[in-house]
């Protein structure tokens, strides 16, 4: 199945930071792609800017270089590249002086394109500063939009500086914070299995839901981002937003419509019924050495660490549909296999008819799978096939996104792309809105002022492994266990 694509408005994007990482991994090369798949409009523009002496000439080499390292395939298209290349644009600018300024504005109103955005890739402290000059010598518009990447601040209150640096120069509606785990293939799938199909809503709900796992494990460790990571550890890297989104995607009541606001709404009550967590609920670990691998110390160079590197919790939401319905949440560094999917695990039949027939617990469940291998499992009970009398087997009816849509080749854009083009479209949806992440934050924050409090120290476990023990404990306790780590 093709995707159909609806190619955006022309706009000019200027990239503040991008000469840096995320720009050559993930903006850059994805908009190439999107340009390819002929969504992006070959008179779009965009303007790089960095503290780099680059001109254009050495700023379009440079992303050629990029696209060749991260989009090697694509990179073979040399028609579309250089097309791809011309639209590339770069000014040297001082984002703290008045250097570059005056040159950006004649160029960003010179040939102007109906739709205006500017895309933060550098560092929180920075964005006041680019806000202010961005709209005090004109170059942003009522109509222009700023899009601000994580960290979102540290805490409730510098995320609320944040917020208030933003909106003294730009409207709600202009920003877009971006959390790439909303631009997953899969994490839009949860939203239209839920709510366009009738067969699952009836059973969403404590009735019938036993629990629900969330798990986001990786097989990298912190990758040289010791400094930023050893700061922040799992809960502010990766619970406060991705693993915070999924959740309120799986648990949030149907907005009225699917709109950025009726969705954002939905998603906030949830976070606002979310009970504070007991410490025995949440298991803190840290990555310790094992064969070949180093531990999180050695990678954080600071062997005093006591920042988690994993991090299993118990979470309850206290509303009429969710009460009394546990939702795990797992996340950690230095796991056995990159995996990240969603479990609902159903309760059991009432009562069994098949006395003899030996099932385990939580026999039916939908898995929404986000990576690898984007896809959707059922797991039903049937009978096992043959003679000799009636046995139950659990068997998984599985679609696999890339084998139910075979056939043709299918345009599953990665979620930078998906989000660069909302952006161009207007479409706030996938973006957090500024109450949200505070909401989130100031869920998350006792949480870590509990542990600093006690001094608490991370479980060790093997770099490679399913994590702690604690954590299988968390799940043991109460008779459910965590769905495998493994690919
Ligand atoms: C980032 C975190 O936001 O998400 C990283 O800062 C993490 O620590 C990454 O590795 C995971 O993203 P993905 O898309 O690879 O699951």
Known sequence: MVARIIPVDPFDLVIFGASGDLARRKILPGLFR?????????????????????????????????????????????????????????????????????????????????????????????????????????????DSRIVVEKPFGHDLETAHQLNEQLRRNFKEHQIYRIDHYLGKETVQNLMALRFANALLEPVWNAQHVDHVQISVSETIGIEGRGGYYDNSGAMRDMVQNHLMQLLCLTAMEPPAR????????????????LDPVEPDDIVRGQYRANGKAG???????????????????????????????????????????????????????????FPNAEIRHGGNSLVIRLQPDEGITMHMIIKEPGQGGLRLTEVPLDMSFADA??????????AY??????????????????????????????IIEAWQHAGDTPEPYDAGGSGPDGSLALMHREDRRWRPIEV
């Open 258 to 273: 699917f709109e950025a606001n009726d969705v954002r709404d939905e998603k906030l009550k949830v976070i606002r019924s």
């Open 405 to 414: 849509l075979k056939g043709a080749p299918l345009d599953i854009a990665d």
């Open 417 to 446: 792309e998906r989000l660069l083009m909302d952006v161009i479209r207007g479409d706030q949806t996938l973006f957090m809105r500024g109450d949200e992440v505070e909401a989130a934050w100031a869920w998350v924050d006792p």
């Open 295 to 353: 531990s999180y110390k050695d990678d954080a160079e600071n062997p005093d660490s006591r920042t988690e590197s994993f991090i299993a919790m118990k979470v309850h939401i206290s509303n009429w549909r969710w009460t009394g319905v546990p939702f795990y949440l797992r996340t950690g560094k230095k796991l056995r296999a990159r995996m990240s999917e969603i479990a609902v695990i159903f309760k059991d039949p009432p009562h069994s008819i």
């Open 34 to 142: 999107r340009l390819i798949a002929g969504q992006m409009p070959p008179n779009a523009r965009i303007i790089g800017s960095a503290r780099s002496k680059w001109d254009d000439d050495a700023f379009r080499k440079e992303v050629s270089n990029a696209i060749k390292e991260f989009s090697p395939k694509e990179y073979k298209n040399t028609e579309k590249l250089n097309e791809f290349l011309k639209t590339l644009h770069y000014l040297p600018v001082d984002v703290l002086g008045d250097t570059g300024w005056k040159e950006l504005a004649a160029l960003i109103k010179k040939d102007a394109n109906p739709v205006r955005a500017f895309y933060l890739s550098v560092g929180p402290s920075l964005f006041d500063d680019i806000a202010e000059r961005l709209t005090k010598s004109g170059i942003a518009t009522k």
